[in-house]
Each structure stands twice: as C-alpha cells, then as structure tokens.
Nanobody, 123 residues
C-alpha cells in the first residue's frame, strides 16, 4: 500500500506565497505523473497542474505564471510553489500520483490521493 501526505497549507494575504509539499510513502516501485488539484467550497475539484516523471509540467490557465510544480524523485515528493496568491485561490488542495507499488512479488498500479490541505487567501 502507499499513501500521500500533504503539508504547507495555511492562511496568507493576497499577493503572498505558500509552498505545499506532498510526500509518497510505502512499497513504491515507481511514480509516473504527479499533480495538484483543488476544491473550493461549493465547487467541483479542478486540476491545478501536473508534472511528469521527467519533470515536464502543465498548468491550468488560472494559475499559469503564478504557480510552479516541481518534484524530487529521490524523495518521492511533489511541490507546489504558489506566488501572487489571490482570494479565488482559496481551496482545499489535494495531491495526486500515479504510483506503481510492490505487492509481494507482483506490482500494482493505483491512482492515489492525499488527504488535502487548506489554503486560505484573505486579508
């Protein structure tokens, strides 16, 4: 089994910055794409951005130029650097990863989610 644990959320003023981290643990063989999603109150969960195992990242238009996704493959960790934050960025942020993990002598693949971390942008 594997799990994702997020950290780094909190309250920040408009224009400020936050950095989220998400570490995967367990019997991991490899991790393919890793990504960040967010869900604001009363809204559906939406994609923020995705990064491949090779480090290529794509972003939602709403965060392009302000947010940066990176990863440390040696630590099985993905990061989300959020700059120039706006009140509309307020949401619960979830990390997601496509993980191949060991199950005895076999390997299994799972689409794994973190528990979510609250980001509030307010003055």
């Amino acid at each position: 089994q594997v799990q994702l644990v997020e950290s780094g959320g909190g309250l920040v003023q408009p224009g400020g910055s936050l950095r989220l981290s998400c570490a995967a643990s367990g019997s991991i063989f490899s991790i393919n794409d890793m990504g960040w999603y967010r869900q604001a109150p009363g809204k559906e969960r939406e994609l923020v951005g995705i990064i491949t195992s090779g480090g290529s990242a794509n972003y939602a238009d709403s965060v392009k130029g302000r947010f940066i996704i990176s990863r440390d493959n040696a630590k099985n960790t993905v990061y989300l650097q959020m700059n120039s934050l706006k009140p509309e960025d307020t949401a619960v942020y979830y990390c997601n990863a496509d993980i191949v993990w060991r199950y005895g002598l076999a390997r299994r693949s799972s689409d794994s989610w973190g528990q979510g971390t609250q980001v509030t942008v307010s003055s």
